[in-house]
């Protein structure tokens, strides 16, 4: 069996290994890490949770320890592109945990947050930099950054990237970084245009894959009910009293949908929270926290928001609504059953989603289990709690996500797509100044179904 001392890894890594006490390899680590040390590119198709970040991390860091430099001012040695806020803060606080018996700079750079301390940060050089693309832009145009002298450079959860409309971004990036460097591309699926994406990127790469899903997918007992859509709150309402649930993710397939869920649960007396897009960069981490140090059992979140997030713990995954992308299903039954835990995922079918589940059982092949309605359902429905009022300040920025994808496809400064919430380059104010202005309030267009776009798999 592969250990970690086969790899020949930097002693300060192996000791920050051994101090985490990673003992064994995964199998990306065992098929990533040596073409990574002799420098190759790699596409790696793999999904959060199967151990690529240290996958990536560490050979990177070896390469930075074996031939060191200062990074030049304003410049960064190795520049790593994450599609959200929570997945950019993660893998830098990752870098900084195999990192930390080095004396490497990682810094991390988002939207959401004020601008000036990032661009102090980068003032000196970092060696590690986290970014997230529209972010990384804004600081490129202020002449706080350049990418000339990187020599590592990592695309993550790229077909995320796609989603979210960040390919114009991407392509930007990829011009302003110099020719001689090592590529590494990771996505969770690799549908033609993810494929050609990473061509652009990669030269000559090695192609490494572990596909999770079915060996998630076996440690997770799934089970089903066919619910009417409006009865659905109430059956989450049954299963949170009847099931022993130590950590519970709800996913709904839209943001209001999020919100209405944490009201409802509300308005019976049990403590949830939402994470989505529209939450405040401050609202998604302390919503993340409580979830964390189990301050809160049950938090609700979109797809967007929740990939990559890696809580341990979670029990229970449910579905409250059903993906119409079965990749999706699989991202969110693999927050539960981590690290060889067993985890329970229920999903909640309502008519119009049976063709989802059908699609999802044949791309898993896995059956979920049928889970009656419990007996006395038809009075909990009646008795259903009303949900508590929304706060006049929701903290929802009251933008159409449809208007939002669209203005970063046609590559804009406007508004940016979800987890990017930089402020604008057009000179307007942009979440920076969130605090200090009241938006005024747009009226979605045609929300229903918007979000659809948002987890639509090109391809
Ligand atoms: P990732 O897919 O990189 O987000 O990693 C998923 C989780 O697995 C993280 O909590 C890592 O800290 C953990 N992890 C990664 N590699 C190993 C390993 N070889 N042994 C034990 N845990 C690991």
């Known amino acids: ?64 320890l074996t031939y060191p430099h200062r990074p030049t001012p304003r410049g960064c040695r190795m520049l790593v592109l994450a599609p959200t806020r ?3 803060a993660q893998i830098a606080q990752s870098c900084r945990d195999y990192g930390r018996f080095t004396k490497l700079s990682v810094s991390t750079v988002f939207g959401g947050v004020p601008i000036n301390k990032q661009i102090r940060d980068l003032s000196g050089g970092v060696d590690i930099l986290v970014a997230t693309p529209g972010r990384l832009l804004d600081l490129i145009d202020q002449r706080a950054l350049r990418l000339d002298d990187v020599e590592i450079f ?25 020719s001689r460097r090592q590529n590494l591309f990771f996505s969770a699926t690799m549908p033609k245009e993810i494929a050609h994406l990473a061509e652009q990127f990669l030269e000559d790469p090695v192609t490494v894959s572990v596909t999770p899903a079915a060996t998630t997918v076996e440690k997770i007992s799934q089970y089903s009910t066919f619910v009417e859509q409006k009865e659905k709150q109430a059956l989450l309402h049954a299963i949170v009293a009847s099931e022993d649930i130590d950590r519970a993710l709800i996913f709904t397939r839209t943001k209001h949908g999020a919100d209405r869920v ?27 926290q409580a979830f964390r140090s189990g301050d809160i059992k049950l938090l609700v979140a979109t797809d967007i928001a929740a990939r990559g997030i890696d809580v341990s713990g979670v029990s229970h995954v449910i579905n409250f609504e059903i993906p119409n992308v079965p990749e999706q299903y699989v991202h969110r039954i693999g927050r539960t059953a981590r690290a060889g835990a067993e985890g329970k995922a229920i999903s909640f079918i309502a008519p119009d989603e049976r063709p989802y589940m059908r699609d999802i ?15 006395n359902f038809n009075e909990m429905v009646r008795n259903l709690p ?6 006049r300040d929701t903290g929802s920025k009251g933008r159409d996500p449809n208007r939002q994808r669209q203005d970063a496809h046609r590559g804009r400064g406007g508004a940016k797509p979800q987890g990017e919430r930089g402020p604008r380059r057009d000179g307007a104010a942009g979440e920076g100044a969130e605090g200090q202005r009241k938006r005024r309030f747009r009226p979605r267009n045609k929300s229903v179904g918007a979000h659809k776009g948002a987890v639509k798999r090109v391809g």
């Open 86 to 88: 929570e997945l950019a």
């Open 386 to 391: 009303k949900p508590v009022q929304p706060p």
């Open 154 to 178: 990592v695309l993550d959860e790229a077909d995320q990237m796609m989603d979210m409309g960040f390919i114009h971004s991407l392509r930007r990036i990829a011009k302003l970084l110099p």
């Open 262 to 288: 944490v009201r409802h649960l509300a308005g019976a007396g049990i403590k949830a929270m939402a994470i989505h897009g529209n939450k405040s960069q401050s609202q998604r981490t302390h919503a993340l």
């Open 1 to 64: 069996m592969t250990t970690f001392n086969d790899f020949g890894l930097h002693a300060d890594i192996n000791r920050a290994l051994a101090a985490k006490d990673y003992t064994v390899p995964t199998p990306i680590q065992v098929q990533a890490i040596p073409p990574l040390m002799k420098g190759r590119d790699l596409c790696g198709i793999a999904q959060t949770g199967t151990g690529k970040t240290a996958g990536f991390s560490l050979p990177s860091i070896h390469h930075l």
């Open 361 to 375: 059982e044949r791309v898993t092949r896995s059956k979920a289990e049928p889970m009656p309605l419990p007996e």
